[in-house]
């Protein structure tokens, strides 16, 4: 089941703060979050495994709710090079070695 | 760092053509994830391996298959191909077994049916 992703796009100021939310129905094993730049691959953010887990990637960081059913990401004083879709992928109990399904994404653009 | 290796990086075939990708993961990596992604979609899991045994399929059409080698190296077959196939194919290697960590995407093969 395709995880929801919101808001489905979004535009900064070079500065601004933004959050991007991804939600399941159901309670997943894993939430991993991807920047995708227009052509490129997908890089990886991080991985979140435990529920009330947070994680921080210098001014980008994470968090996945007690139940597990959702994580959002946030982005502070964001940069131009944070521009570019962000997606989240999920991994459900009982699938196989880390199969994820993605969100839709979330188009971040940020101006000068 | 080693990345994942991808080629080709651009293939245009004709329909009904077939079309071989090659993935090589990062070393020591023991699963490897194929993803298709087309114009302004999110990606789609295909099929995965790990230790070289196919672990989980996706949305992968019964034209396409794939296998992973001895050297851990994987290739996605596609035949019979169709306008519809055109899309970015990712391969993504991670390590799964003791604690789990992000899969690591290469660069992709843009393919163009026509």
């Known amino acids: 089941q395709q995880p929801v992703q919101s808001p489905q796009a979004v535009i900064l100021r070079e500065g601004e703060d933004a959050v991007i939310n991804c939600s399941s129905s159901k309670a997943l094993y894993s939430v991993h979050w991807y920047r995708q730049k227009h052509g490129e691959a997908p890089v990886f953010l991080m991985i979140l495994l435990k529920g009330g887990e947070q994680k921080g990637h210098e001014k980008i960081s994470a968090s996945f709710n007690e139940k597990k059913q959702q994580s959002s990401l946030y982005l502070t004083a964001s940069q131009l090079s944070y521009s570019g879709t962000y997606f989240c992928?999920?991994?459900?109990?009982?699938?196989?070695?880390?199969?994820?399904?993605f969100g839709k994404g979330t188009k971040l653009s940020v101006k000068p | 760092a080693a990345g994942v290796i991808q080629s080709p990086r651009h293939l245009i075939k004709e329909k009904r053509e077939t079309a071989t990708l090659k993935c090589y993961p990062i070393p020591r990596h023991d699963t490897v994830y194929w993803y298709q992604q087309g114009p302004g979609q999110d990606p789609q899991f295909l099929i995965s391996f790990y230790e070289k045994m196919q672990s989980d399929k996706g949305s992968i059409p019964d034209r396409f298959s794939a296998q992973q080698f001895s050297d851990y190296h994987s290739e996605l077959n596609m035949s019979s191909l169709e306008l519809g196939d055109s899309a970015l194919y990712f391969c993504a290697s991670s390590k799964t077994s003791g604690s789990r960590l992000g899969q690591y995407f290469g660069p992709g093969t843009r393919l163009t049916v026509t």
């Open positions: 992928g999920t991994e459900k109990y009982g699938g196989s070695q880390g199969n994820l399904i």
